[in-house]
């Protein structure tokens, strides 16, 4: 038995970048900074780490609608790793979280729009 699942809480780093492929389907991609706070010997310092993550179909759709740069979000999903080459024909890889859901933390962002939608609290999937 195997399990390939990853959980992360943290901030969207920029705007999703959303695309529809030739299939049609919406995807949707952004970056997700987590961090962790450590002892070291002048105090505490702070890492960051910085992941990769996909969403596809409806899901992708309210990515669009309202995660933007800062959002806070819970994700769970899985781990995939890409491998392509260059046009110097060097082998690259990118490991990805394929996300299965996600909720959006925190209060809605402020528009100067009142009949705005508002976000929802859970993603409905």
């Given amino acids: 038995m195997s399990v390939n699942k990853v959980i992360l809480l943290g901030n969207v780093g920029k705007d999703p970048d959303v695309r529809y492929p030739q299939q049609g ?3 949707a991609s952004f970056t997700l900074a987590t961090s962790e706070r450590y002892s070291t010997a002048n105090g505490s310092a702070e890492r960051t780490e910085w992941h990769n993550i996909v ?3 409806k899901q992708a759709e309210i990515v669009e609608k309202y995660v933007r740069k800062g959002t806070k979000l819970y994700i769970e999903g ?7 080459e260059d046009r110097n024909a060097i082998k690259r890889y990118v490991t990805e979280v394929y996300a299965d859901t996600f909720e959006l933390l925190g209060s809605r ?3 100067g729009d009142p009949q705005a ?3 929802p609290e859970k993603a409905p999937f």
């Fill in 117 to 119: 939608p508002a976000a």
């Fill in 55 to 57: 969403v596809w179909g």
């Fill in 78 to 84: 899985k781990l995939r790793t890409r491998q392509w």
């Fill in 25 to 27: 389907q919406c995807v």
């Fill in 109 to 111: 962002p402020q528009t």
